[in-house]
């Protein structure tokens, strides 16, 4: 990385949090840790990270809640959580809230890091701007994670604003929900395919309009989605 970056690491326990310093200081960049979700939170707000790795279970406010939290405010900022239970709903229940990926601990921090770097390849959000879609009553703006539909800002987690601006940016082409995992996800992510569908559902509950639209969110049977324009 050409740009020194600084990371909130929120880890109640020291000796984790102090390993995971340990490993991002060696790679080149500054880490401010915090032992609670609280102290977190107030981390993010003073001292503006440009990374966040987030256990789930914290005193105070849990991780799921600062998530929500930081999502609410900013939707750029890359989130990495830390689990010990390994169970896909404390997965799922992350991702969809907004993280961008997920380890379970105990973790080798070599497999930390490399999360970390797969992220920050995925995001583009230091050096790349995205053509502003738009449609015949939605436009999709992926540098301000901005989706209006009929003119009104509607309010999406940072997964489902990429996987609809992935989706529309291919029109009428077909993918397959592992096709859109690894692109959206990563092709390290070794959740549960329907992690798609639970985002796609969630996408047109909120896109969705009374007008008529040349668009549609597609779902091609037995093999994935689409998002389709006509005349």
């Known amino acids: 990385m050409k740009k020194q970056l600084k990371f909130l690491v929120v880890e109640d326990d020291p000796h984790i ?10 790679w080149g960049h500054d880490v401010i840790a915090r032992y609670d979700g609280e102290s977190g939170l107030a ?3 003073d001292e503006q990270p440009d990374f966040i790795v987030l256990d789930i279970m914290l005193p105070d406010l849990d991780g799921w809640e600062v998530c929500r939290e930081v999502r609410h405010d900013q939707k750029h900022i890359p989130i990495l959580m830390l689990t010990g239970k390994g169970e896909s709903y404390d997965r799922i229940k992350g ?9 379970v601990k105990p973790f080798d921090p070599n497999e930390l890091i490399a999360r970390i770097k797969a992220i920050l390849r995925r995001s583009h959000q230091y050096d790349q701007q995205y053509e502003v879609l738009k449609f015949s009553n939605l436009s999709i703006d992926l540098n301000e994670y ?3 539909v009929e003119g009104e800002p509607i309010t999406l ?9 992935y989706l529309a940016s291919h ?9 859109l995992l690894d692109h959206i996800w990563g092709f390290d992510f070794d959740g549960d395919p329907r992690t798609v569908d639970v985002h796609i559902k969630r996408l047109r ?12 969110l597609k779902t091609v049977r037995g093999v994935g989605y689409k998002f389709e324009v006509h005349s």
């Open 95 to 103: 991702l969809e809230l907004g993280a961008d990926d997920y380890v």
């Open 205 to 216: 509950e909120k896109i969705s309009t009374n007008n008529e639209a040349t668009w549609a």
């Open 157 to 165: 987690p940072p997964k489902e604003l990429e996987l609809l601006y």
């Open 43 to 45: 981390a993010y707000y």
């Open 146 to 148: 901005i989706v209006k």
């Open 171 to 179: 029109q009428n082409q077909v993918f397959t929900r592992q096709q």
């Open 17 to 26: 949090s102090d390993l995971i310093k340990l490993y991002i200081n060696k």
